[in-house]
């Protein structure tokens, strides 16, 4: 709505004697985004510079003083902050209305034009430092998607200075590479924790292997099928060292091959240990292959562990 000098009734500020002001000019949350509300301004401000009321000096309307894109949206038709308040909100006047002085040749007409150049330009240059702000956060948090929809909104902005559109494609590209990180990140996890699940499987295929061994018609096949269970539980524990390597970085992997070496001097004394219990050579070797397999299982779930 279009009005013309003070409110009746209203507590109207200053500015509004003998002036135009726009008011509530709103566009349902519906239709928003779509340029509708820019398309209305430039209407209104078309109109209101016919002075269908009468003369006035300014056009003026007031806003939340926190509603950036209103305020920005409000700065790039012309509307500069005068410093004044209407209760919370902040007053803008019309740039083209303000000047009374006519001739553009006058000293005084450039010193206006170019005090509210200043001001409107000093306006943008927040409303910048505002989005820019916003979209950095945005990319410290990790909203990747509100940081992009933000810095393409600046990227497209027309009245950007060299300077600022520099700053746009610099957060542009801390963005995309730590989009980039992020993805490999992701495909790095899904690797590992595939990885983890085909030892896993494995481990369990072992395990059911390893039940038959009770089943052992004598003692000779229970060395043998022990044995074999301590063959196939060693090269896995070969297996996940490998793949530990690659993922390890050169630190943890030093400590964890130091503890490996140790780990295999405590193995075989073990076994050492197991076979003296008994005098007969199928029940020694049973029991030096049964210690180390158990052993050796149990640093695979270890490992295991160490993958997550």
């Known amino acids: 709505m ?30 928003q985004g779509r340029g509708y509300g820019k398309q209305a301004i430039e209407k209104v401000v078309e109109y209101v510079r016919t002075k269908p009321f009468g003369e006035a000096e300014y056009c003026w309307l007031s806003y939340d003083p926190d509603n950036q894109r209103l305020r920005k949206l409000f700065t790039s038709f012309g509307f500069a902050e005068t410093g004044e308040m209407d209760g919370e ?4 006047a019309l740039k083209q209305l303000q000047n009374r002085v006519t001739d553009p040749d006058s000293a005084m007409y450039k010193a206006i034009e170019d005090l509210l150049d200043k001001a409107q330009s000093a306006q943008s240059d927040d409303q910048f430092n505002s989005d820019l702000d916003e979209a950095q956060s945005y990319l410290d948090d990790k909203k990747y998607d509100a940081a992009s929809g933000k810095l393409d909104s600046l990227a497209n902005d027309d009245s950007l200075t060299a300077d600022q559109k520099k700053q746009v494609k610099e957060l542009q590209k801390q963005l995309s590479d730590a989009q980039q990180q992020e993805k490999q990140q992701e495909e790095n996890s899904q690797k590992k924790a595939e990885q983890r699940d085909a030892f896993s499987k494995k481990m369990d295929e072992l395990e059911s292997d390893d039940l038959k061994i009770s089943s052992a018609a004598n003692q000779e096949d229970e060395l043998a099928m022990t044995a074999s269970s301590f063959e196939q539980w060693d090269n896995l524990l070969g297996e996940m060292y490998d793949y530990l390597a690659t993922v390890l970085n050169a630190d943890q992997y030093a400590s964890e091959e130091a503890s490996y070496k140790q780990w295999v001097q405590e193995r075989d004394s073990g076994a050492e240990n197991a076979a003296k219990e008994t005098e007969d050579d199928t029940a020694k070797q049973l029991a030096s292959y049964s210690f180390k397999q158990s052993y050796t299982k149990t640093r695979c779930y270890k490992l295991l562990d160490l993958m997550n």
């Open 2 to 31: 279009i009005g013309y000098g003070d409110l009746p009734g209203e507590e109207n500020p200053a500015i509004s004697a003998g002036n135009y002001c726009l008011w509530r000019l709103m566009i349902d949350e519906r239709w």
């Open 89 to 92: 909100e902040a007053i803008a």
